[in-house]
Structure formats: structure tokens, C-alpha cells
């Protein structure tokens, strides 16, 4: 040792050296312990036995492991009622929304499979099929028309038993189904909304194509003017890692209202691992039995299912075909519940898309691909 105390070179790179010679050997025991406590019981020898026997720390470590790999695929399994137990939740669903005094609903991309939209966290999801280093198909959402789920939320908006969606889709078919633009938080955006935050209030032009072929993250312009005032206009697009800062379309005032008077609460077609993370939306200051009932419908779990008053395990048309039928019953037969009559001709939802739809404080104009 040389003086001072301190090592000299010779003895440093002996210690590095018997230190990487420590954690190969412990890497290799590792490998050792792992390759005899994957084989079944029964198949391992008297000296494997002792092996596992001298290593408990890595047999935990590697059990705990295993429970949590199991814990993530249940997690991500898709389960579904059966017919008869689905059926007797919608009722209890039913009677849920006829006797909120304000129910607020939380849609996913799960409301939107049934238009060919692909979901994210789903066995077919965009994120599922990155993980796994599988390449995913290119969709044509402008094709894609509102689903029944769609249209049930929009008339059950009609009938003023639904006071507000929220919505984290930006594949635009909620305001396609109908819905007012007042009555809707899309907090991730709009794909077919551009706007120009230059003018006063900000000019929202609502377009018929897709205007964020040539943005992302980070980068919003749409290559398009204001007609009004020449600035770059900018799509309405909050992606992972960004804060929404646009009033409209979010409308992040009306959902934390409405949030904040709902007694019920259903979530469509969400994973809710997004959504969890706004503490607004679940009004987390109030004591527990304030907070609004939450109805869950979905076929995965989700963060939220220990909180939820039902969970229904069905897909989201299902879910609400039947939950359309029990209110036509108990409404004396009010309610459109048929296909036909949810969908009394799809073209036109595309037509009066196409007109004018003024925004709270905003100017909306409606221009083709210039």
C-alpha cells in the first residue's frame, strides 16, 4: 500500500480485477440456479436439489420474477363475461344511468375498434405489436365512421342522461356521431382540427382529411395559413410527454366541471393507465364515499378496476347495445335501439360534419385541402 493509506495502481487493478471475477461468478451461478429451478420438481438430482437449496436469495428473486410475468399477462389477457352475467350487469349499468343526477363518460380507443381503428394496449394494439418487434398496419382513420357505441353515447346526450364525455381519442367520431362540440373534452386533440393561435379568440378550421401527416412531437405546424391573418397554423395533438395548452378542442375546464358534479362515472373502452394519471378527473380530494361510482367496461384490467362499483368484461358495442335495449324498455320505448335506428343512413354524418360547427369562443371555418 503505498503511503497515505491509498492504493497503489497495481493494487487498484488487482481489486477491479477480482471484483468483475466476483460478478462473472455470480452471473454463472445465476445461470446455474435459473437452468435447474425452471426444470419440474421432479426431474432434478439430489446435487440440483442442494444447489437451490444453497442459493434461497436468487430461488426469491426468481420467483418473484415469475409472479410478476404472470401478474403482466393476466393483466393484459382479454376476458369476457358470459352472456348471462354480462346481461344482468348492463342492468345494473342501466339502472345506474337512469338514476344519475350527473353522469360523465371516459372513453378509450377500444370504443373505436369496431371502425377498424386499432386500439393501443389490446392482444392486436399498436403498443402490444412494437413490444413485441412486429410491425403494425397503416389505417386510413378519414374512412372510419362512428360506431354504435358512438352513436348510443350521443343519444343518450340527446336524452340528457349523459351530461359530458371525455375522451382521450383524437379519430374525431364523436363530433361525427352527432355530439356537440360543448359537450365533448378531447384531451389529446383532434386529428381534423388545425387551428391558429395568432388570432383572437383562436381560429379553428375543421378539416375533412387528416392534418398531421406532417407534424409530431414537438413539432406542430401543418404547413398550412390562416386565411385571416397569414400565421402557420397548428394541429391540436397532445402527444406522450407533451401538456395540452389549447383551450379547445381539450376543454380541459369543461371536463374538470363536469368531473366535478358527476355522481357516475363510466369508462369505455379505456386501459386507464393514461388516464389515472389526471387527478382531476377522479376528484381524488374528496372522502371516498363523495367520490363519484365508477362502471368500468373493458375487456383487460385495468388500474382502476378495485375502485369500480361493477366492472363489465364485454366490448364496448356489446356493452351497448344492451345497455340502449334495457333503456328502451324502461323508457316506455323512447330510445332509438336498433342498428337501423341508430344508424338511420351513415352518409349524412359526414355531410354535416362538414358544416359549420362553432366551438365555445372559437371561429370555425370549414375549408378543403388547400
Not at 359530458?164 to 386533440?189: F, K, T, Y
Not at 335501439?337 to 370549414?366: D, I, K, M, Y
Request: one cysteine or more; aromatic letters at 4%.
Amino acid at each position: 500500500m503505498a503511503a497515505g493509506g491509498s492504493l497503489s495502481r497495481s493494487e487498484r487493478k488487482a481489486a477491479a480485477r477480482a471484483e468483475i471475477l466476483q460478478q462473472e461468478e455470480q452471473r454463472d451461478r445465476r445461470r446455474q440456479v435459473s437452468r435447474i429451478w425452471r426444470k419440474p420438481p421432479a426431474e432434478r438430482s439430489p446435487e440440483e436439489c442442494q444447489v437451490l437449496s444453497e442459493s434461497e436469495d436468487i430461488v426469491r428473486e426468481l420467483e418473484r420474477r415469475r409472479k410478476r410475468r404472470e401478474r403482466l399477462r393476466r393483466r393484459q389477457e382479454e376476458v369476457c363475461d358470459e352472456p348471462e352475467e354480462l346481461s344482468r350487469k348492463v342492468a345494473e349499468l342501466a339502472a345506474a344511468v337512469r338514476g344519475a343526477r350527473h353522469l360523465v363518460i371516459y372513453t378509450g380507443a377500444g370504443i373505436s375498434t369496431a371502425a377498424s381503428i386499432p386500439d393501443y394496449r389490446g392482444p392486436n394494439g399498436i403498443w402490444t405489436l412494437l413490444q413485441k418487434g412486429r410491425s403494425i398496419r397503416a389505417a386510413d382513420l378519414s374512412e372510419a365512421e362512428p360506431t354504435l357505441t358512438h352513436m348510443s353515447i350521443a343519444c343518450l346526450h340527446k336524452h340528457n342522461l349523459v351530461q359530458h364525455v371525455v375522451s382521450q381519442n383524437c379519430d374525431g367520431l364523436h363530433l361525427r356521431s352527432g355530439l356537440p362540440r360543448a359537450a365533448i373534452s378531447e384531451l389529446h386533440g383532434n386529428m381534423y382540427i388545425e387551428v391558429c393561435t395568432s388570432c383572437t379568440p383562436n381560429r379553428e378550421y375543421v378539416r375533412v382529411f387528416d392534418v398531421t401527416e406532417r407534424t409530431a412531437l414537438h413539432r406542430h405546424h401543418t404547413g398550412r395559413m390562416c386565411h385571416k391573418c397569414g400565421a402557420q397554423l397548428r394541429d391540436t395533438i397532445v402527444h406522450f410527454g407533451e401538456k395540452g395548452t389549447l383551450r379547445q378542442p381539450l376543454n380541459w375546464e369543461a371536463a374538470t366541471e363536469a368531473a366535478s358534479k358527476a355522481d357516475v362515472i363510466l369508462c369505455l373502452g379505456s386501459s386507464l393507465k393514461v388516464l389515472k394519471k389526471y387527478p382531476r378527473l377522479w376528484c381524488m380530494s374528496k372522502p371516498p364515499t363523495r367520490r363519484p361510482k365508477l362502471y368500468i367496461v373493458n375487456l383487460q384490467w385495468t388500474p382502476k378496476d378495485d375502485l369500480a362499483a361493477l366492472k363489465l368484461h364485454g366490448r364496448c358495442d356489446d356493452v351497448m347495445r344492451l345497455l340502449m335495449a334495457d333503456e328502451s324498455e324502461g323508457s316506455g320505448g323512447r330510445w332509438s335501439t336498433g342498428h337501423q335506428q341508430l344508424f338511420p343512413s351513415t352518409a349524412p354524418h359526414r355531410a354535416e360534419w362538414g358544416s359549420r360547427v362553432p366551438g365555445p369562443g372559437s371561429w370555425v371555418c370549414l375549408l378543403q385541402r388547400v
